[in-house]
């Protein structure tokens, strides 16, 4: 076959593929050809940009920033936002769009677990009020000391759980208890059993990611973390911390003392649960990457500016 009688056949067959909405088996039949021969002329004709391609994203501006983030990580949906200059409104439209991913998956006798921090509280502000019925959520780790708190932040749980008219099921016990025997101990009594139990029973884990790297990152945390064992994460590459577990920039969860004293969540019940991960705002780059270059995040909404610097420090 001559070349141009080729490119003529890769035009018909393009044409009759394409403009005329004919199946690859009837165009088989119509130019006595395979239907595996036809198929390798409809790549050809793509190829020699025979035929070219153009997705119309309408008005969702950030949809191929989404695919070319889900392209290149394990990740099955990604949601993106817009970035402000002021974070608190970036972290506004984050919890928005979370509580809008929230309402999707909702069910009857759905068990959510929840994580707490400014972007989980913006998502229970803006969860909608729901007729599921028999909804659980359930607190993923132990209280912080209120003056730890300032922006109320600890109480995510109790506000989602009034939004959607569900049961709240608290961890009320501390975050962090180094004593291996006082641990197992608190682990072991009924409320706090309970409330271990039904983590184990979450159908979704609603969590933010928190970096490490500026004063304000680990200052809701000082009460638990002193100086020594904020020397050991960053010894450890620490970059980030998920569910109150630190993890390095690999986003593998570090090997210290301080991720075995958590009571709440363990480790590999967050990588056995599907999730969704909510992380806008400023200097989370770092963090998010690492849970991406780790794999197994089914749901992250982030803001435009966070993906356009993920996708820049991969290039």
């Given at each position: 076959m001559s070349k141009n009688d080729e490119q003529q056949l890769l035009i018909d067959v393009a044409e009759m593929y394409y403009l005329e909405d004919k199946t690859q088996s009837e165009?088989?039949?119509?130019?006595?050809?395979?239907?595996?021969?036809?198929s390798r002329l409809l790549k050809k004709a793509r190829e020699r940009k025979i035929v070219e391609i153009i997705i119309h994203y309408g008005d969702d501006p950030y949809q191929q920033l989404s695919r070319r983030l889900r392209q290149a990580f394990r990740v099955d949906k990604v949601v993106i936002t817009k970035s402000y200059d002021d974070e608190e409104k970036t972290i506004r439209d984050c919890g928005r769009a979370a509580a809008g991913e929230l309402a999707k998956i909702l069910k009857d006798d759905m068990v959510l677990g929840i994580s707490w921090g400014r972007n989980i509280k913006a998502m229970a502000k803006y969860t909608p009020k729901s007729n599921h019925r028999d909804i659980k959520v359930v607190e993923l780790f132990g209280d912080i000391q209120s003056g730890s708190d300032p922006e109320n932040v600890r109480h995510a749980g109790l506000l989602l759980a009034q939004n959607l008219?569900?049961?709240?099921?608290?961890?009320?016990?501390?975050?962090?208890i180094n004593d291996p025997k006082a641990r197992e101990a608190v682990k072991n009594t009924p409320i706090v059993r309970n409330t271990l139990n039904m983590i184990q029973?979450?159908?979704?884990?609603?969590?933010?990611?928190?970096?490490?790297?500026?004063?304000?990152?680990?200052?809701?945390?000082?009460?638990?973390?002193?100086?020594?064992?904020?020397s050991q994460i960053i010894k450890a590459n620490g970059v980030g911390?998920?569910?109150?577990?630190?993890?390095?920039?690999?986003?593998?969860?570090l090997d210290l003392p301080i991720n075995r004293e958590v009571i709440g969540v363990d480790i590999e019940t967050m990588k056995a649960k599907q999730?969704?991960?909510?992380?806008?705002?400023?200097?989370?780059t770092r963090a998010i990457l690492a849970l991406l270059q780790?794999?197994?995040i089914n749901t992250l909404i982030t803001d435009e500016e966070n993906v356009k610097e993920i996708l820049a420090a991969i290039q």
């Open positions: 165009i088989a039949r119509s130019l006595y050809l395979s239907r595996p021969k036809v008219g569900a049961e709240l099921y608290g961890l009320h016990c501390p975050l962090y029973n979450c159908d979704v884990i609603i969590s933010g990611i928190g970096h490490i790297g500026n004063a304000t990152s680990l200052a809701i945390w000082d009460n638990y973390i002193d100086s020594d064992i904020q911390f998920l569910c109150a577990h630190f993890f390095d920039q690999n986003g593998e969860f999730n969704i991960l909510v992380a806008g705002g400023r200097y989370k780790a794999g197994g």
